[in-house]
């Protein structure tokens, strides 16, 4: 991890309850924050700004720290956690929102002190807008990367302040329905050019089992799924592939589109293993070896680049 930069995540961290034809769980750890800090810890150092309420469990605290993660920046406030109740049914792919309570979420401020941080790297996870604004304004220097995510939710309720956001970043990450809702067309490409001249110059579609497609200026990018024979729950499967990505550009501190490709590999094989097992469980049980095993068969698979691979190698865990 030496050659790293920082990386600071902001977004939700929450209790998730969770029914999928596999199965119901209820209150596991959630959150985009979550999700994409738990999978950048095994690449790079990174450092969490959100809120949980004070009943938020001390396990999953001492899970991001076990993990290295800096909670500095995670406030502790009287009142409940943020708590997302979602429900997949049929061929896994969007989940339907049963409900959303944002709890101590709902009036918190991000507050960095005198001496507010200046992270390299910054990735805007799936919260309202309005705070992923109040982050990056609250931090010293603007980062040299910021990237963001959001949801239906946003798009249909805060799209004012969503392009806000926008015109703030470099890279943008949303689902493809998303991407046709916010860009205005049923054409992706169409969709994520309208979308770049928001602001963002990199627009990356996320396909689900389909894979991820990255537009910019001069090119556009495809990465194809990782093939899998069960899909036990995709909650946190799009800040799983956004903490890989992340992580090769934080690692770098750089987002040439070379670092992009590799990103938009080591995310895609980062979320096979978040749809495998419910909540966190691909990243709390994953292993250099499992991660090891699975890039290999995925560069077989999809007939990449001997050189990304051979770039990304040099990136695992040990
Ligand atoms: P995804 O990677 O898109 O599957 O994100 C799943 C996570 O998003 C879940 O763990 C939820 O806790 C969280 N989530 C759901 N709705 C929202 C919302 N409106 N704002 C922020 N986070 C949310």
Do not use: C
Not at 82 to 91: I, L, N
Not at 137 to 155: F, H, N, Q, S, Y
Not at 186 to 211: F, M, Y
Not at 272 to 293: H, I, Q, W, Y
Request: hydrophobic letters at 40%; glycine letters at 10%.
């Amino acid at each position: 991890m030496a050659n790293s930069s920082s990386l600071m995540v902001t977004g939700s961290v929450a209790l998730d309850t969770l029914e999928t034809p596999f199965g119901s769980s209820s209150e596991v750890l959630g959150g985009s924050a979550s999700h994409f800090a738990l999978t950048a810890s095994h690449f790079v150092p990174v450092q969490m700004v959100g809120v949980v309420g004070t009943d938020f469990p001390d396990e999953h605290l001492a899970l991001f720290r076990d993990r290295g993660i800096d909670v500095t920046y995670l406030a502790v406030e009287e009142g409940e956690t943020f708590r997302w109740h979602g429900r997949y049914e049929g061929p896994m792919g969007e989940a339907e929102t049963l409900e959303v309570q944002l709890n101590v979420h709902e009036n918190f401020s991000p507050s960095f002190g005198d001496d507010p941080p200046s992270p390299d790297v910054l990735f805007l996870g799936n919260i309202s807008p309005g705070f992923q604004r109040e982050v990056l304004e609250g931090l010293g220097d603007r980062p040299g990367i910021v990237a963001a995510d959001t949801m239906k939710l946003w798009i249909e309720t805060q799209r004012q302040e969503l392009t806000d956001v926008l015109s703030d970043i470099d890279l943008f990450f949303l689902n493809w329905e998303e991407a046709l809702l916010l860009g205005d067309s049923d054409s992706t490409l169409k969709a994520a050019q309208n979308i770049r001249e928001e602001g963002p110059s990199i627009v990356v579609v996320k396909k689900g089992e389909h894979g991820a497609i990255a537009f910019s200026e001069n090119q556009t990018f495809a990465v194809p799924g990782y093939p899998l024979e069960e899909e036990r729950d995709p909650t946190g499967a799009g800040d799983t592939f956004a903490g890989g990505v992340m992580s090769v550009l934080s690692r770098e501190n750089e987002l040439t589109p070379e670092l992009l490709r590799i990103g938009l590999v080591l995310g895609t094989v980062t979320g096979s293993f978040a749809v495998e097992s419910f909540g966190p469980g691909g990243m709390k049980n994953l292993t250099a070896e499992k991660l090891r095993d699975r890039v290999e068969n995925y560069f077989e698979v999809s007939g990449l680049d001997e050189r990304l691979r051979n770039r990304l190698w040099e990136m695992l865990p040990e």
